[in-house]
């Protein structure tokens, strides 16, 4: 009987090695929960990562909404041979006579601050000028259509011209600054530009002489 309770334990080791081993038992999966509801009538859009100042359409739209400017009703007038040029001043600005010659004359246009801003106002009997480096775009003014804007930079300023339709007589307006300084004056600018006009000098017709007398 001792000899076989030892042989029974060596058989039951045995199988015991035998056998693989008992997989594991798989782990239970959670149920999906729901997400609770939320209610977005009171939810207002998150505000964009970006401020309006890093956004350069808000800040065209922010120029482009610009106050009107004040006109002081002063009209300005240059008379060339056949015909004249009109325009009138924004609040505050002031103008003097310029050079005057028979090939040139000129007003100066100044707005009322230290910078010393002016703006020349210029008949010729005869313009031109050199297209070297010059940019030269088209814009549309209220009476007076199509102009041309030429513009050159030189020593850190703006040389800007602005040449008119062809008429009997050639005028120009024009003016040398920084860029920051037009900028600070582009509405005044665009308001005198808006003002513009172009009109036929009108000349006295010649006067009859008295008959000379027979001799």
Not at 11 to 19: P, T, V, Y
Not at 31 to 52: H, W, Y
Not at 98 to 116: F, H, I, N
């Amino acid at each position: 009987m001792k000899k076989i309770l030892p042989l029974i334990l060596v058989l039951l080791l045995l199988s015991a090695c035998g056998r693989a081993p008992a997989a594991p038992a798989p782990e239970e999966t959670p149920a999906p929960t729901e997400a609770p509801a939320v209610n977005t009538e009171n939810l207002t859009p998150d505000e964009p990562e970006n401020s309006e100042e890093d956004d350069p359409m808000k800040a065209t739209t922010a120029d482009e909404s610009r106050e009107p400017v004040a006109m002081s009703g002063e009209t300005v007038t240059l008379d060339g041979l056949d015909s004249y040029l009109r325009l009138t001043l924004p609040e505050g600005w002031t103008w003097t006579a310029g050079k005057e010659s028979a090939e040139r004359k000129s007003l100066l246009l100044s707005a009322p601050t230290d910078d010393g801003f002016t703006i020349e106002v210029n008949w010729w009997s005869s313009f031109g000028m050199c297209g070297t480096g010059v940019d030269f775009q088209k814009l549309t003014l209220p009476k007076l259509g199509e102009v041309t804007l030429a513009t050159e930079q030189n020593s850190g300023l703006v040389w800007w011209t602005l040449l008119l339709p062809d008429s009997p007589d050639q005028f120009t307006l024009q003016l040398s600054a920084t860029q920051e300084e037009i900028d600070a004056h582009q509405s005044e600018i665009d308001a005198m530009l808006e003002t513009l006009e172009l009109g036929a000098l009108s000349h006295i017709p010649p006067q009859p002489q008295p008959p000379r007398d027979s001799i």
